[in-house]
């Protein structure tokens, strides 16, 4: 808890508390004691009825032993070391009640408050519990491949450089690359996405994911301690210690209030003594003492935020802290980058138009040969459809933010945007291409244009049903992008945004946030890769990055992360802040209620200190329940289906025969025949083969495919 609330004083480690927390409400030891509080309570209640005044108030005191061993230690302990909570609070009523002969309203006291001081940590360990729970999806055992055959390991004594052996149905222990087998994995768990994601030899994989069928020898990249789940769990835990501007609201209110009411309180037995009876007055300072605690309100806070924290990383949105989480829940306008983020970064040709006397080979030859060494996204899409044996060019020149020239079988060749290399004759097809949301570059070889290359990042299924999510809850969306214009505006049409700027370099995305929070009330968001759009990201009010599982740059850096590839979790995650936002005022609101309709009738004597006891711990469990209301999360449904393209490709790949889903094991009468293609690497931008299995003479095993 904070100092300032219902805690001690004493600093704790809640990295360590959360994991030794008891898991079960009755196996807290403070719920425990004020169990015990509560019966001796109820039964000094029963033995004073029939006048049994000498039991009653033996029972009351145990009560008032029980109940206050689990505040008074810690908050004699921080007196000494001079912190003053709300823990001293309550210790210096409670031995004043005890002082003036109301042993009843002690023994209430105490048992109230323990109650509260146990809920609280019950429900903070429990929200930090679900964070560290990821750490639960690491198997108990690993099986890895060593010189002398099949070993079964501990996590812990993984190393990098093992080879993981993961048979299916099997949980991933640590990230790796894929050495052997072909498979798909469920990664709900880790990304928050239920769609499996196919992976073969080459392909990184993060631990957690589950191995859906076949099995697959894995190299580890990273120990079990240094993973990405640990990572998250790591990061979050840091976060969750960063506070918002409602909790420092809330702390800069609760700190100062703990002394100011002590000094409330001496006044009102001070000047009272002097003009009425002062055993009155105490006693009414004694309640005063207990209605003006600050403690729902600084717990109002920090319970919220740790809730809604530890629920949206379990559903892969991973927020860095209250300060992000309320800054989301402002936010009125989302930029969106157009490549990796509107699109899902796996761009492919789709036209090659040649020149006159020229053919569709020749062109490609040429722009692979350029291409070959090329890290560019649109580098890895031509070389992916190139044909296998491709010449590299000679004295290769990349001219930033136009294209790439060199030499290619002697003679001097070119690629890049149509406005660096003009197309002559076939501008009209460049428009054509453009208008369809096709990136476009020309090729020249030997001062003559030969034809051009259409490439398309085709648009992620979802971007549609994301933007139209967040327009109803009210955001308005731009898209900023470094592609041309026609392009741009083609698929931004497609996604439903209308708020366009295109032919952006890194600096200008952030020049263009700066006037869009300057032109719009309330907040900015940028969402990007974490990488490339760094300017746009630091400049925007909050920093989303996406797809960012595995990519500790933008982990580390972004204030949210979204760690999968589903963009519906950007309007999920603003959804969820804005509540997480509504229940932080709501509980600051009737925190600072309480506190200021309590005082008044606590001076003039019209409550008594059971009944603001009963009131004030109502008001903090009523505070905490509400709090923990922000855990809730509801998972996403299925990605929807992909949208059909709207050109037809003209360079057309082999006829594949249809292919087995996997759920459909093939028949035992015909074996499966591999067919190779070539897909881009999402991590690595280069091609890496992956196999697809047709679907054998036998048909398929069920009819969900159908």
């Given at each position: 808890?904070?100092?300032?609330?219902?805690?001690?004083?004493?600093?704790?480690?809640?990295?360590?508390?959360?994991?030794?927390?008891?898991?079960?409400?009755?196996?807290?030891?403070?719920?425990?004691?004020?169990?015990?509080?509560?019966?001796?309570?109820?039964?000094?209640?029963?033995?004073?009825?029939?006048?049994?005044?000498?039991?009653?108030?033996?029972?009351?005191?145990?009560?008032?032993?029980?109940?206050?061993?689990?505040?008074?230690?810690?908050?004699?302990?921080?007196?000494?070391?001079?912190?003053?909570?709300?823990?001293?609070?309550?210790?210096?009523?409670?031995?004043?009640?005890?002082?003036?002969?109301?042993?009843?309203?002690?023994?209430?006291?105490?048992?109230?408050?323990?109650?509260?001081?146990?809920?609280?940590?019950?429900?903070?360990?429990?929200?930090?519990?679900?964070?560290?729970?990821?750490?639960?999806?690491?198997?108990?055992?690993?099986?890895?491949?060593?010189?002398?055959?099949?070993?079964?390991?501990?996590?812990?004594?993984?190393?990098?450089?093992?080879?993981?052996?993961?048979?299916?149905?099997?949980?991933?222990?640590?990230?790796?690359?894929?050495?052997?087998?072909?498979?798909?994995?469920?990664?709900?768990?880790?990304?928050?996405?239920?769609?499996?994601?196919?992976?073969?030899?080459?392909?990184?994989?993060?631990?957690?994911?589950?191995?859906?069928?076949?099995?697959?020898?894995?190299?580890?990249?990273?120990?079990?301690?240094?993973?990405?789940?640990?990572?998250?769990?790591?990061?979050?835990?840091?976060?969750?210690?960063?506070?918002?501007?409602?909790?420092?609201?809330?702390?800069?209110?609760?700190?100062?209030?703990?002394?100011?009411?002590?000094?409330?309180?001496?006044?009102?037995?001070?000047?009272?003594?002097?003009?009425?009876?002062?055993?009155?007055?105490?006693?009414?300072?004694?309640?005063?003492?207990?209605?003006?605690?600050?403690?729902?309100?600084?717990?109002?806070?920090?319970?919220?935020?740790?809730?809604?924290?530890?629920?949206?990383?379990?559903?892969?949105?991973?927020?860095?802290?209250?300060?992000?989480?309320?800054?989301?829940?402002?936010?009125?306008?989302?930029?969106?980058?157009?490549?990796?983020?509107?699109?899902?970064?796996?761009?492919?040709?789709?036209?090659?138009?040649?020149?006159?006397?020229?053919?569709?080979?020749?062109?490609?030859?040429?722009?692979?040969?350029?291409?070959?060494?090329?890290?560019?996204?649109?580098?890895?899409?031509?070389?992916?459809?190139?044909?296998?044996?491709?010449?590299?060019?000679?004295?290769?020149?990349?001219?930033?933010?136009?294209?790439?020239?060199?030499?290619?079988?002697?003679?001097?060749?070119?690629?890049?945007?149509?406005?660096?290399?003009?197309?002559?004759?076939?501008?009209?097809?460049?428009?054509?291409?453009?208008?369809?949301?096709?990136?476009?570059?020309?090729v020249e070889h030997d001062h003559a244009v030969i034809g051009v290359i259409g490439v398309r990042d085709e648009l992620r299924?979802?971007?549609?049903?994301?933007?139209?999510?967040?327009?109803?809850?009210?955001?308005?969306?731009?898209?900023?992008?470094?592609?041309?214009?026609?392009?741009?505006?083609?698929?931004?049409?497609?996604?439903?945004?209308?708020?366009?700027?295109?032919?952006?370099?890194?600096?200008?995305?952030?020049?263009?946030?700066?006037?869009?929070?300057?032109?719009?009330?309330?907040?900015?968001?940028?969402?990007?890769?974490?990488?490339?759009?760094?300017?746009?990201?630091?400049?925007?009010?909050?920093?989303?990055?996406?797809?960012?599982?595995?990519?500790?740059?933008?982990?580390?850096?972004?204030?949210?992360?979204?760690?999968?590839?589903?963009?519906?979790?950007?309007?999920?995650?603003?959804?969820?802040?804005?509540?997480?936002?509504?229940?932080?005022?709501?509980?600051?609101?009737?925190?600072?209620?309480?506190?200021?309709?309590?005082?008044?009738?606590?001076?003039?004597?019209?409550?008594?200190?059971?009944?603001?006891?009963?009131?004030?711990?109502?008001?903090?469990?009523?505070?905490?329940?509400?709090?923990?209301?922000?855990?809730?999360?509801?998972?996403?449904?299925?990605?929807?289906?992909?949208?059909?393209?709207?050109?037809?490709?003209?360079?057309?790949?082999?006829?594949?025969?249809?292919?087995?889903?996997?759920?459909?094991?093939?028949?035992?009468?015909?074996?499966?025949?591999?067919?190779?293609?070539?897909?881009?690497?999402?991590?690595?931008?280069?091609?890496?083969?992956i196999t697809l299995t047709p679907t054998p003479a036998g048909g398929r095993d069920c009819d969900c495919c159908d």
């Amino acid at each position: 808890m904070s100092d300032a609330c219902c805690g001690t004083g004493e600093p704790r480690d809640d990295h360590d508390s959360a994991a030794e927390q008891p898991h079960r409400l009755w196996q807290v030891r403070e719920l425990q004691l004020a169990a015990a509080a509560g019966i001796a309570l109820v039964a000094g209640f029963v033995a004073g009825r029939p006048g049994f005044e000498t039991a009653a108030t033996v029972l009351h005191l145990g009560a008032a032993a029980a109940g206050g061993v689990t505040f008074v230690p810690g908050a004699v302990k921080a007196l000494w070391r001079r912190r003053i909570g709300v823990g001293a609070l309550m210790t210096i009523a409670l031995f004043g009640a005890l002082v003036l002969g109301q042993f009843t309203e002690a023994a209430m006291l105490a048992f109230l408050f323990s109650i509260s001081e146990a809920l609280e940590d019950y429900s903070l360990a429990r929200t930090r519990q679900g964070l560290r729970a990821l750490l639960a999806l690491v198997p108990g055992r690993v099986r890895v491949l060593r010189a002398e055959g099949e070993a079964i390991i501990g996590p812990a004594e993984l190393r990098v450089g093992d080879r993981m052996l993961v048979r299916a149905g099997d949980r991933i222990a640590s990230d790796g690359i894929v050495a052997e087998g072909r498979s798909s994995l469920d990664t709900a768990a880790v990304t928050g996405e239920s769609v499996p994601v196919e992976v073969g030899p080459g392909d990184v994989v993060f631990a957690g994911s589950i191995n859906a069928h076949g099995a697959l020898v894995i190299e580890a990249t990273a120990t079990v301690a240094d993973n990405s789940l640990a990572k998250v769990v790591r990061v979050v835990e840091d976060a969750q210690q960063r506070k918002g501007a409602r909790q420092r609201l809330a702390d800069r209110l609760a700190r100062p209030l703990v002394p100011a009411v002590m000094v409330l309180a001496a006044t009102i037995a001070g000047f009272g003594a002097l003009f009425g009876d002062p055993g009155v007055w105490i006693e009414r300072a004694l309640v005063v003492l207990v209605a003006a605690a600050p403690c729902a309100l600084a717990i109002s806070v920090p319970v919220t935020v740790i809730a809604a924290v530890g629920a949206a990383t379990r559903l892969g949105v991973l927020i860095k802290g209250g300060a992000a989480l309320e800054t989301l829940g402002a936010v009125r306008t989302v930029a969106l980058d157009k490549t990796g983020t509107l699109t899902r970064n796996q761009p492919a040709v789709v036209e090659i138009v040649p020149a006159g006397g020229h053919t569709r080979e020749q062109i490609h030859a040429v722009a692979a040969a350029l291409e070959s060494r090329s890290e560019h996204p649109l580098a890895a899409a031509i070389l992916a459809a190139a044909p296998v044996a491709v010449v590299t060019a000679a004295d290769v020149t990349t001219v930033p933010g136009a294209g790439i020239e060199g030499s290619v079988d002697g003679r001097p060749a070119r690629l890049g945007k149509p406005g660096w290399v003009t197309p002559g004759v076939l501008a009209g097809e460049v428009d054509r291409l453009q208008d369809t949301g096709v990136t476009v570059a020309v090729v020249e070889h030997d001062h003559a244009v030969i034809g051009v290359i259409g490439v398309r990042d085709e648009l992620r299924p979802e971007a549609a049903d994301t933007v139209a999510a967040l327009r109803a809850a009210g955001v308005r969306v731009a898209m900023l992008t470094g592609d041309n214009t026609r392009t741009a505006i083609a698929l931004a049409a497609r996604a439903g945004i209308d708020d366009v700027h295109a032919e952006l370099l890194p600096t200008d995305k952030a020049d263009h946030i700066t006037r869009l929070r300057r032109e719009r009330s309330g907040a900015v968001a940028m969402v990007g890769d974490g990488v490339n759009d760094a300017p746009a990201l630091a400049t925007a009010d909050i920093g989303i990055a996406m797809g960012a599982m595995g990519t500790g740059v933008a982990i580390e850096t972004a204030d949210i992360a979204l760690m999968g590839h589903d963009l519906r979790h950007l309007p999920q995650a603003v959804a969820h802040a804005r509540r997480a936002r509504t229940i932080m005022l709501q509980n600051m609101g009737l925190s600072a209620a309480i506190v200021v309709s309590l005082v008044p009738l606590a001076a003039t004597g019209i409550l008594g200190l059971a009944t603001v006891v009963f009131i004030h711990e109502l008001a903090e469990v009523f505070v905490i329940a509400n709090g923990v209301r922000a855990a809730r999360l509801r998972p996403l449904h299925d990605t929807p289906a992909p949208e059909p393209l709207d050109t037809a490709p003209a360079v057309q790949p082999e006829p594949a025969p249809a292919l087995a889903c996997a759920c459909c094991p093939p028949s035992n009468n015909a074996g499966p025949v591999p067919v190779t293609q070539a897909r881009t690497n999402l991590l690595t931008l280069a091609p890496s083969p992956i196999t697809l299995t047709p679907t054998p003479a036998g048909g398929r095993d069920c009819d969900c495919c159908d």
